[in-house]
């Protein structure tokens, strides 16, 4: 398995750490390193999973230099999305629980894969004036969210607020995400997978096959928000092009100091 997941056994629940340095930014390789690492967890018959982050940022969301770098390739641009919305459906079409240890930021496809999980834990910052926080910031730097990924914001904060949430593209900090259902549960930044663990243990408790087919249908909407015909990715990919998203992606550039 390449080391851009790196899979640790608790028992048997596997964690599958995002390693790709600084920023975990979710490019073709990771994700299809997702992909793998989540398909080799249920071929190795693992009770659930833990997906975690580095100390700090669970994932930048997608790699915008590298889908800048693409230029006008417009088959290799819709590749790049097609791989990171199939780790968000390989999540969310888990056939065994999995919980997000979101150590840190989590902004637009960190917020999306986050989202496709059972239960989410997130980290306190030791800073309070500078609390982590977790959001689909698309608008922020000139995207359009695809329906699917709003479906999953809806799903969990209901629609009006989600609404209000993706249009402004706003990061909301950790404890306001706990106060509107975004996340599940707060923790210190080194208990954050514990604590997702010690949240799965009591579901692994159960009848096994009552409890999962209960869970496949009760996350059956899930799985049909990242279905390709709620995406519209070469819709998505044209409007890429446009001259204010082109104009946003190259401020985010010169903030990230890459322009």
């Known amino acids: 398995m390449t080391t851009h997941v790196q899979a640790f056994d608790h028992g048997r629940i596997r964690e599958l750490r995002l390693a790709r340095p600084p920023v975990n930014a979710l490019d073709p390789a990771l994700c299809r390193a997702l992909i793998a690492a ?72 960190g917020c999306v894969l986050s989202l496709c999980c059972d239960y989410r834990v997130m980290a306190r910052s030791s800073d309070p004036s500078r609390p982590y926080a977790i959001g689909m ?73 009552p409890m999962l087919h209960t869970r496949a249908l009760a996350r059956a909407d899930l799985v049909q928000a990242l279905d390709p015909d709620h995406l519209h990715l070469d819709r998505f990919v044209e409007g890429w092009y446009e001259p204010d998203t082109q104009a946003g992606l190259r401020a985010l550039m010169a903030r990230l100091g890459k322009g």
């Open 137 to 209: 910031n698309e608008t922020q730097v000139g995207l359009a969210v695809p329906d699917g990924a709003q479906q999953l914001m809806r799903r969990v904060v209901g629609r009006h607020r989600a609404e209000r949430l993706l249009v402004a593209g706003d990061m909301v900090p950790a404890e306001e995400a706990l106060r509107i259902g975004l996340v599940d549960e707060l923790a210190e930044a080194e208990h954050v997978v514990p604590r997702a663990i010690a949240w799965l243990e009591p579901l692994l408790r159960l009848p096994r096959a």
């Open 38 to 109: 989540l398909d080799a967890a249920v071929a190795g018959d693992v009770d659930a999973v833990v997906l975690s982050g580095a100390p700090g940022i669970f994932s930048a969301g997608l790699d915008v230099p590298h889908l800048l770098s693409l230029g006008d390739d417009r088959h290799a641009l819709r590749a790049a999305w097609g791989a990171f919305f199939g780790a968000a459906r390989a999540l969310a079409g888990l056939r065994v629980p999995v919980v997000a240890a979101i150590g840190g930021h989590a902004p637009a496809g």
